[in-house]
């Protein structure tokens, strides 16, 4: 290989950036962190950092996930933690003047759990807490006059926010990925006020137990009951080994 001299390459940084999605009292709700430090100080921000010199991609927003959140990203392979939580690369993102320090390139990632708690901020954040993804999503302006949900997103992350929105109410038709948002065990009713949370929608509840139900693998019986919903004692269930729904759990059309 010809020898070649890396000063003449410009540098650039790489970092990790999470869409960290969660419901909470039935809506589906994201991380978000006032940044205490410039650029952008004083605006809300997914949570993120650099990634060091001696970690991969992965393990960068492994370490982002714990420290932000106190989660620990679950392995697929093996047995499900009590504080694990789903996590996928989203997308990469690279515009030139996404970050006014210099040339930043992100890896952003989507981490999914059930009802967590209050957030703990850390790094250059003075403050961190769940907001309702439609307040921060329906809105594309400046912060001027705004409510503090309201307030725009720093950097280019209102994209990546909606596109890590986007990746799970797609994923949710055709994969099990709406059991990462219950807890080991739950109720048909949970799970589809998960389905109703994310997809914005009022599910038909007879209809949805008559699918989730008669799709093989997909939900497996506890062995139990529980009345922590109100009302009847309903059966309680655990994810299957069904990774993939067939047919799909297609989101109604609003």
């Not at 950036?17 to 006032?34: I, S, W």
Request: glycine share 10%.
């Amino acid at each position: 290989m010809p020898p070649y001299d890396p000063s003449t390459f410009p540098p650039f940084a790489v970092t990790v950036d999470l869409v960290v999605l969660t419901v909470r009292r039935h809506a589906l709700c994201t991380l978000v962190v006032r940044r205490g430090e410039p650029p952008f100080q004083g605006r809300w921000a997914l949570p993120g950092g650099f990634v060091r010199a001696d970690e991969d991609l992965g393990a960068a927003a492994a370490r982002e996930l714990a420290e932000e959140t106190g989660l620990c990203a679950q392995d697929p392979a093996a047995p499900a933690v009590g504080n694990g939580a789903h996590l996928e690369q989203l997308a990469t993102y690279g515009a030139p003047g996404r970050d006014p320090r210099m040339r930043v390139v992100s890896v952003a990632h989507l981490a999914l759990a059930p009802d967590l708690p209050a957030p703990r901020a850390g790094g250059d954040a003075n403050y961190a807490r769940w907001a309702p993804v439609d307040d921060l999503l329906g809105h594309d302006g400046g912060a001027g006059g705004e409510s503090e949900s309201q307030a725009a997103l720093a950097f280019d992350h209102a994209r990546i926010l909606a596109d890590g929105v986007e990746r799970a109410r797609s994923k949710i038709e055709y994969s099990s990925l709406a059991t990462a948002f219950c807890p080991p065990e739950f109720t048909v009713g949970e799970l589809r006020r998960v389905y109703e949370a994310v997809w914005g929608v009022v599910l038909d509840p007879r209809n949805f137990h008559r699918k989730v139900t008669g799709t093989p693998g997909f939900l497996v019986p506890a062995g139990g009951t529980t009345t922590r919903q109100g009302g009847r004692p309903a059966q309680l269930f655990r994810a299957g080994t069904a990774t993939l729904l067939n047919p799909p759990m297609l989101r109604p059309e609003v």
